[in-house]
Nanobody, 111 residues
Framework: QVQLVESGGGLVQPGGSLRLSCAASGIIFSLGWYRQAPGKQRELVASVTSGGSTNYADSVKGRFTISRDNAKNTVYLQMNSLKPEDTAVYYC????????WGQGTQVTVSS
């Protein structure tokens, strides 16, 4: 079973930036970053295939960039121009996701 470990979250002011990382224990064709805000369903924010093809939710287009290092089995999410509504727990998983989820990393955007 592939294990995924997220890191890089924190508290940032509106307009700030954060970079999330996710280390996978195996090779996954398509990886995604998801987020879940309090009281809301988990949503797919961005995904990237092993070939580098990317997709983004409309809410983050132009602000977030997903990338991956296949040699390190690691996927990144560069988040710029953060807004309070980006506050959530962020998870990485396959796309479509596996049954098991990691603990995620908290991102809080607040002044």
């Amino acid at each position: 079973q592939v294990q995924l470990v997220e890191s890089g979250g924190g508290l940032v002011q509106p307009g700030g930036s954060l970079r999330l990382s996710c280390a996978a224990s195996g090779i996954i064709f398509s990886l995604g970053w998801y987020r879940q805000a309090p009281g809301k369903q988990r949503e797919l924010v961005a995904s990237v295939t092993s070939g580098g093809s990317t997709n983004y939710a409309d809410s983050v287009k132009g602000r977030f960039t997903i990338s991956r290092d296949n040699a390190k089995n690691t996927v990144y999410l560069q988040m710029n121009s953060l807004k309070p509504e980006d506050t959530a727990v962020y998870y990485c998983n396959g796309n479509p996701p596996f049954k098991a989820w990691g603990q995620g990393t908290q991102v809080t955007v607040s002044s």
